[in-house]
């Protein structure tokens, strides 16, 4: 247990509003830990509790061999970073890092504390200058710093790169991650973002409806989803009910396992092999997307086609191709 951020059998309630429903996890430490979830699944709402700006309705917290779920905020030294970075508009990058460190610490160690903070974010350029005069990524190291000066427990991040545009995030991004490396610090991290997550994390928890979908490293929650939900918010999967598939039952299979070709006699009439119309396609760098319609009238399936492929730069809508689902590559689930 002395290894890990233990949640058990917690659960959250707003009057007669249940935001998170028995929740179990074991959070490695010193881990990026990602939770992901869509809008309203209840992820912000976890963090809150581990933050302890929230008290859990029932359960329990345990990070390490200590119990913390009654510890007040001030005392949970937990480092938090918000959304929008709340730095303080009138305090220089330096004052906004130490802003949080006691006042009977001494001054060298302050000082020392700064140095290694400033080194640590790339911000030693930049420490006098005010939040106003920083780019978004700038203002997120800071945030980061000042979360780090309290020696926190561990590290809570709640969207920070949703504030950046597009074409920063993965840089950014990066750079959080070499942060979080180097500090060695357990991070807990909320997004929406399934490429977000799988990119940066150790570990991934999904929430759906305030349960926990499923827990564990990228790798597992790509190649294995344990439900339908998974498979399609994290995973890039189509889920469809065809009878020659799987004898009808709920399936999976990703958009790149998807084969498309022309719609010739020979290509049809290979197994697993359906005439279907494209309906949309959407470019996008080294690949397509296209949408078909299979030709029941009602199976919608999307086949990520690479852009090495002939086919990508000719597909026409309303044309009809043959499309395959190989069966290696089917994934299924026992409920049904």
């Known amino acids: 247990m002395d290894n890990q951020l233990l949640i058990e059998n917690l659960s959250k309630s707003f009057g007669s509003t249940h935001v998170l429903s028995e929740i179990n996890l074991s959070i490695p430490l010193g881990a990026f830990t990602s939770i992901l979830g869509p809008s309203g699944s209840g992820k912000t709402t976890l963090l809150m509790v581990l933050a302890g700006i929230e008290k859990a309705t029932k359960g329990r917290i345990i990070f390490g061999d200590e119990d913390i779920t009654n510890i007040a905020l001030p005392n949970r030294k937990a480092g938090i970073v918000f959304q929008h970075y709340a730095l303080f508009p009138n305090l220089t990058v330096r004052d906004n890092i130490l802003y949080g460190v006691s006042s009977k610490v001494d001054e060298t160690v302050k000082e020392e504390k700064l140095t290694h903070l400033l080194s640590l974010t790339h911000l030693e350029e930049l420490q006098n200058r005010y939040p106003h005069e920083l780019s978004g990524g700038q203002k997120q190291r800071v945030a980061i710093a000042r979360a780090l000066a309290i020696n926190p427990r561990f590290l809570l991040l709640d969207e920070p790169l949703s504030a950046l545009d597009a074409q920063n995030r993965l840089t950014i991004g990066r750079e959080l991650r070499e942060i979080q490396q180097k500090a060695g610090i357990t991070t807990v991290m909320v997004t929406h973002d399934r490429n977000e997550a799988l990119s940066l994390s150790d570990f991934i928890v999904i929430i759906h409806n305030g349960k926990v979908e499923q827990a564990g490293t990228p790798q597992a929650?790509?190649?294995?989803?344990?439900?339908?939900?998974?498979?399609?918010?994290?995973?890039?999967?189509?889920?469809?009910?065809?009878?020659?598939?799987?004898?009808?039952?709920?399936?999976?299979?990703?958009?790149?396992?998807?084969?498309?070709?022309?719609?010739?006699?020979?290509?049809?009439?290979?197994?697993?092999?359906?005439?279907?119309?494209?309906?949309?396609?959407?470019?996008?760098?080294?690949?397509?997307l296209a949408h078909f319609l299979l030709n029941d009238f009602k199976t919608k399936i999307s086949a990520r086609i690479p852009r090495t492929s002939p086919l990508a730069d000719s597909l026409s809508i309303g044309e009809l191709y043959a499309i395959r689902l190989p069966q290696e590559r089917w994934h299924t689930w026992e409920q049904d």
């Open 221 to 288: 929650i790509f190649d294995h989803p344990a439900s339908p939900f998974v498979a399609t918010f994290a995973g890039g999967m189509n889920l469809i009910r065809v009878p020659a598939i799987n004898n009808g039952k709920l399936t999976g299979i990703r958009h790149s396992d998807v084969e498309v070709f022309e719609a010739t006699e020979r290509t049809l009439s290979e197994a697993l092999t359906f005439t279907a119309e494209l309906l949309a396609k959407e470019f996008s760098g080294e690949s397509v």
